[in-house]
């Protein structure tokens, strides 16, 4: 189920490496969480249903004006061969201000300042800078 993420993840990291305006991802359930989360939080300009392919989704890159894209990494925590799980009381001990974390919880793909506010633990997917 979660190498629908890692696709997407080294899809758009990629994309951004190469100055692409769009990429194009599966269109799954999961993805479309995480693309909410990237869009609500301003890491990319948006994401739409493809018109050729609905099975796909059309991402949208956000670069500054500069031409520095938003995104400058995306690492990998946890991994399928080696899962790590936070409590809700390790998440309060990270630093919200310096990195985003993407959590998969329970009640599904939450940001780090979700989790703090919700109080609920989960497995980190990947940190943005």
């Given amino acids: ?23 194009i991802g599966p269109r799954k359930n999961i993805c479309e969480s995480f693309l909410k989360i990237l869009w609500n939080e ?3 300009s948006g994401y739409r249903i493809s018109s050729q392919n609905p ?17 400058s990494s995306l690492k990998f925590l946890s991994k399928p061969s080696q899962r790590i799980h936070y409590s809700s009381k390790q998440i309060w001990k ?5 990195t985003f974390v993407i959590f998969s919880t329970n009640q599904g793909l939450k940001s ?4 703090k506010k919700d ?7 990947i940190i943005i800078n």
């Fill in 1 to 23: 189920m979660k190498n629908y993420l890692w696709n997407m993840f080294t899809t758009i990291k990629n994309g951004q490496m190469a100055k692409k305006r769009v990429v």
């Fill in 94 to 98: 990270l630093d919200s201000s310096k």
């Fill in 55 to 71: 099975s796909n989704v059309e991402i949208f890159l956000k670069y500054t004006r500069t031409g520095v894209p938003v995104i």
């Fill in 42 to 44: 301003g890491f990319i």
């Fill in 112 to 115: 780090i300042n979700e989790c």
């Fill in 119 to 125: 109080r609920v633990g989960g497995e980190p997917l």
